[in-house]
């Protein structure tokens, strides 16, 4: 679920920075750029691990800053495919369910991917499994669910414009980075309460 992983990247120290000691700002620095951001193909980084290497810092002109070439290693979240996991739904709908975790909320079950014979209510927006003819069990919202992990979706996001920077227009993909495509569909997966 969570996995060390080796980056290099260009980091700008600004000169304020310049009298604190160069293995904190750069810490810093890049603990604003990458923590809690998607990295496409990789994951969410939680947090710079460590410094690997620091090369000489360089000098742009017009610019009072200097720029250091750091190879660093960050800690991943990224669940690998089959892993069970357990969360929280946040939403139900004819179309599937959507679950949260505690710092992660792009996790989506599809109406296809759940047990046989479950089907949606809409007067209570919840989902019932019944898995004899005598039992409906419900999946409600807040309800603590387990689930297996199918499939990852990674979305290019494009930065914004400066129209959307100011609020003139509404950006029309609105994608999470992110994704994850969850299942229901094997013995110990749904609702935690059904198998307690």
């Known amino acids: 679920m969570f996995i060390l992983s080796k980056l290099s990247d260009l980091v700008r120290i600004p000169p304020h920075t310049f009298n604190i000691p160069i293995q904190e700002s750069i810490t810093n620095e890049l603990n604003k750029k990458f923590a809690n951001k998607v990295i496409s193909n990789l994951g969410l980084v939680i947090s710079l691990w460590d410094l690997i290497d620091i090369k000489d810092g360089l000098l742009k002109p017009g610019d009072g800053a200097s720029f250091v070439e750091v190879t660093f290693r960050c800690v991943v979240w990224k669940p690998f495919i089959g892993e069970v996991l357990t969360g929280w739904v946040s939403e139900c709908s004819a179309e599937g369910i959507k679950v949260k975790l505690e710092f992660f909320d792009e996790i989506f079950i599809p109406k296809n991917y759940f047990f046989e014979n479950c089907l949606f209510k809409p007067v209570e927006k919840a989902w019932v499994w019944k898995p004899d003819d005598d039992t409906e069990l419900y999946i409600d919202i807040n309800e603590k669910i387990r689930f297996r992990i199918e499939e990852e ?11 959307e920077a100011f609020g003139l227009e509404e950006p029309t993909n609105k994608a999470p980075p992110y994704a994850l495509l969850a299942s229901c569909q094997s013995d110990g997966m749904g609702c935690v309460s059904w198998w307690d």
């Open 153 to 163: 979706i990674f979305v290019n996001i494009k930065p914004k414009s400066s129209s």
